[in-house]
């Protein structure tokens, strides 16, 4: 009876992710490529990424976040973390006063099958504050005790009656965290 129980468990268990470790990346944009510049100004500390260098940006009415500090009058707001390119924003005023507390926080992700997500800084489905290629959103990933390899879940925003609440929901590895 219990091998039969195990079978039925084994039967309705996703299939195991790709073995490995996840690549966490303390992100600096020191070599950013540069796509586009454009001159702006930063209001506030970002909301994407926990940092003291870490600040929320506007260009004409487009607000970039994260951008991050490359030196006293410009800054990086990198558009896709795998290639390292984005946008370098020559500052107009002197960045405000950025005092944040905790631990830097995620702000973008890449998952197994060639998925990027980067950290929603609007409106998000509580728990799942990612927006992915794929028109997945992801919650935040973590890891099982004593390993390296972080897990996320991920499915289909779907608007309904009581809010927005996520469909077919799937588990992926993480192959890397920019943080």
Same mark, same amino acid.
């Given at each position: 009876?219990q091998a039969l129980?195990?079978?039925?468990?084994?039967?309705? +268990?996703?299939?195991?992710?790709?073995?490995?470790?996840?690549?966490?990346?303390?992100?600096?944009?020191?070599?950013?490529?540069?796509?586009?510049?454009?001159?702006?100004?930063?209001?506030?500390?970002?909301?994407?990424?926990?940092?003291?260098?870490?600040?929320?940006?506007?260009?004409?009415?487009?607000? +970039?976040?994260?951008?991050?500090?490359?030196?006293a009058k410009s800054?990086?707001?990198?558009?896709?973390?795998?290639?390292? +390119?984005?946008?370098?924003?020559?500052?107009?005023?002197?960045?405000?006063?950025?005092?944040? +507390?905790?631990?830097?926080?995620?702000?973008?992700?890449?998952?197994?099958?060639? /998925? !990027?997500?980067? /950290? !929603?800084?609007?409106?998000?489905?509580?728990?799942?504050?990612?927006?992915?290629?794929?028109?997945?959103?992801?919650?935040?990933?973590?890891?099982?005790?004593?390993?390296?390899?972080?897990?996320?879940?991920?499915?289909?925003?779907?608007?309904?009656?009581?809010?927005?609440?996520? /469909?077919?929901?799937?588990?992926?590895? /993480?192959?890397?965290?920019?943080?």
């Amino acid at each position: 009876m219990q091998a039969l129980l195990l079978g039925a468990l084994l039967l309705v +268990s996703p299939p195991p992710p790709v073995a490995g470790h996840t690549r966490v990346i303390d992100y600096h944009p020191t070599h950013m490529k540069v796509a586009s510049t454009a001159s702006g100004s930063c209001w506030t500390g970002s909301i994407a990424a926990n940092r003291p260098d870490a600040y929320r940006c506007m260009t004409g009415n487009e607000i +970039s976040d994260p951008c991050f500090v490359r030196d006293a009058k410009s800054v990086a707001c990198p558009d896709i973390p795998t290639a390292d +390119s984005g946008l370098i924003i020559k500052l107009t005023k002197p960045l405000p006063d950025n005092r944040v +507390s905790g631990a830097a926080t995620p702000w973008a992700m890449s998952l197994a099958g060639h /998925v !990027g997500c980067r /950290v !929603g800084t609007g409106t998000v489905i509580d728990g799942f504050p990612y927006y992915c290629t794929g028109s997945l959103v992801c919650a935040e990933a973590s890891a099982p005790p004593q390993s390296s390899q972080f897990f996320t879940e991920c499915g289909t925003g779907q608007a309904g009656p009581s809010g927005a609440h996520v /469909v077919s929901k799937k588990r992926y590895a /993480v192959i890397t965290i920019w943080r």
